[in-house]
């Protein structure tokens, strides 16, 4: 006969193992399965951009993270998924772009005409 006390143990464990399972595994990257590089780098009106990918991510409801930083400093953050599935970023929230390379592009653009700090 199982007591009370041993009960309430595996309850627990139970519970905190499957807790944990669902926090600290890691999402699926469909960026790195699809072997895209998560790095690229280049010039753009004398400033330095990288691109990083950062697959999936669960809090952003599923959808894919890249991470843009302009002179090794200032950082834009954008995310595929628009409304035609394109990326996009809160620096021009009415614009969707083919990618990550054309939205860094118009931000610097928009930067450089004084529509907007980065």
């Known amino acids: 006969m199982i007591s009370r006390r041993h009960y309430i143990a595996g309850t627990w464990a139970v519970v905190s193992a ?14 790195e399965a699809a072997g895209a590089p998560l790095e690229e780098r280049f010039t753009y009106r004398g400033r330095d951009v990288d691109i990083t990918r ?5 809090h952003a409801h599923a959808q894919v993270q890249v991470q843009v930083r302009v002179n090794g400093r200032k950082e834009i953050h954008v995310h595929r998924g628009g409304p035609r599935n394109g990326y996009v970023t809160h620096a021009l929230p009415f614009t969707e772009y083919a990618s990550p ?3 860094a ?3 610097i653009d928009a930067e ?5 700090l980065i």
């Open 18 to 31: 499957a807790v944990i399972g669902t926090t600290v595994v890691q999402p699926f990257s469909d960026a």
């Open 112 to 116: 450089d005409a004084g529509l907007l």
């Open 101 to 103: 390379q054309q939205l």
């Open 54 to 58: 950062h697959g999936r991510s669960a």
């Open 105 to 107: 592009r118009a931000v």
